[in-house]
DNA sequence: CTTGTTGGGTACAAGCAAAC
DNA sequence: GTTTGCTTGTACCCAACAAG
C-alpha cells in the first residue's frame, strides 16, 4: 500500500473504526459481541442498538477489505445464534503496518478453532478488565498482549529461554498497584504441560529481572472454565513439590472479575491487608 | 435541492440451551 | 419432545451530513 492510499482509506475512517482495527491487531481474533464491549459501550439508548450499530460498522469495514469474518463459527460459549468472530482484512492489515511504519507483513489465515477458541479466551479476560476499568472497580495501567508480552530471560543452566504469557496486565485499585500474569486455560491441556509451565514462571521469576524493574513479581493466574478443571490444576500444582504455590493462583472465569477487583495481583509482601469482605 | 453515505433505534427471525 | 428464555444478526425506518 502506498502512503496515498492510506491516507485516501484514513479519510473515511472514523477515529472507532481505527480503535477497532487497532483492537484487531492487538486481540488477533474478536466476537462482534468484543467489539461492541470494546468500542460501543457507552451512547447507546439500548444493548440492540449497540449490537445494531456494531454490526452495521462491521459489515462496511468488511466491504473494504479492512475486517473480514471467520467462516467457522466459534460458538458454544452462549446461547443464541451463533457469533461472527473477526479479524483483520488483508487491507486493514496494511494500513495497521503502515502507521505503525512495519515492514513485516503478518498474515492473517483462518485460525484453527482450537486456536481461535484460546484467542477469544484472552481477548474475554482483557476486555474484562477494561469493563471493570468502566465500572471504575479498577484502573487499567497497562495490557500487554501477544508477542509483546513475551520475556525472554537466561535460565540456570545458562540456557536462553521463553516465557509466553498469554496476557500481561497491570491495574490500579486506591493506593495499590496489582501485577497479572494470565493464563487463560480451556481444559485442553494436560495438568503436566500447566505444570511444566509454572515451572517456567518459577524460572523467570528466580532471574529476579522483573523484580528489579517493576519491585515485585507479577501474580499468575490460570483462569479455567470450570471448578472441577480448577480443582485439577490446583491438585497438579500442589502435587509437585517443586512448585511453589504462592505464586499461582486458579480461578474460574466467574470469579475472575472478583478476584481482579479485589487485587492480589501484588507479590506476598506487598499485599497490604487481609481481604475485606465487600458485599454487593 | 438531490443524492449517497453513515450511523442510530426498533422489530423480528434465527438459533441455541436449559427447563419443563 | 416441547416450551421458554436469551442472544445474535438482519431488515427497515429515521436523522445528520457532505458532495455534486
Redo the contacts with the bound molecule.
Sequence with gaps: MSPTDATSLLI?L?T??IAILESLRSYRLL???HI?RLH?AQ???????????????L??LE?RNLVARLAR?I??V???????TWQLGATGERLLRTMHGEKQRRRYVEPSPAFAAHTLAVADLAIGLYELQDQAVIEVVRVDTEPSCWQSFVGPHGTFEWLKPDLYAVTASGDYEDHWFFEADLATEHPPVVVRKAKVYQRYAATGAHQGRHGLFPAVIWVVPDTARAAAIEAALSADTAIQPELFRVVTTEDFRQLIATGGGTSPDAEPTAPQQTTH
Design positions: 473515511h472514523s472507532r473504526d466476537t462482534t459481541a461492541r460501543f451512547g447507546h439508548a439500548s444493548l440492540a442498538a449497540a449490537s445494531g450499530a456494531v454490526m452495521r460498522v459489515t462496511r466491504t463459527r460458538g458454544g452462549r446461547a443464541g445464534s451463533s457469533g461472527v
